[in-house]
């Protein structure tokens, strides 16, 4: 018997996205996704699948911590295969280095601000499945992403934050540059 917490769930909450938009990822991003759904499938997985069958195999499974840590990292293996193949389906990639040298904010841009008390801040737009916030980096149906997008470098925009709205003045946008191609 299997309590509710056990249940394999096959309902896979993915973050939202705007009503009729698509999942944009940079390539980066998107061959960050692919690989780690690689190795699950090709290493991590084969190897719990090898664990719970030891585990299974030393007698009664009712008191065995291995075979149920097992089953249960299983299931959430599983879970996070289901997830990227899902996200991978739907993405969107596009490559930021298109936009390179222009001074329009579009996706993957690089955007240096400064809000109304004079504190500069800089953060990179990336797709929702690859942002991270701690290298300042925000999703492009962020608030702020949302204000920025399609400014151009001296614009001044108005950002909606829980206290009300405030002007923040694009300073820099910045591209990656294109990867050289080989001939």
């Known amino acids: 018997m299997t309590s509710p917490t056990d249940a394999d769930d096959d309902e896979i909450t993915l973050p939202p996205l705007p009503a009729g938009s698509k999942n944009y990822i940079t390539p980066q991003g998107y061959a960050a996704l692919r690989a780690e759904l690689f190795d699950l499938m090709d290493n991590e997985r084969p190897r719990m699948v090898e664990a719970v069958y030891w585990a299974a195999s030393n007698g009664d499974r009712s008191e065995n911590g291995d075979y149920h840590y097992g089953k249960k990292r299983l299931r959430e293996i599983d879970r996070r295969i289901r997830f990227l193949t899902k996200r991978l389906e739907i993405a969107e990639v596009t490559d930021p280095s298109a936009h390179h ?23 990179t737009i990336m797709g929702i499945d690859e942002a991270d916030s701690l290298k300042a980096q925000v999703t492009w149906v962020s608030p702020i992403a949302r204000a920025l997008l399609k400014a151009r470098e001296g614009d001044v925009v108005k950002l909606v934050t829980p206290v009300g709205v405030q002007e923040v003045e694009v300073v820099e946008v910045r591209y990656p540059a294109p990867a050289p191609t080989t001939d």
């Open 101 to 123: 040298g222009r001074d329009q904010v579009f996706f993957g841009a690089t955007v240096t601000y400064v809000d109304e008390t004079a504190v500069e801040r800089t953060v």
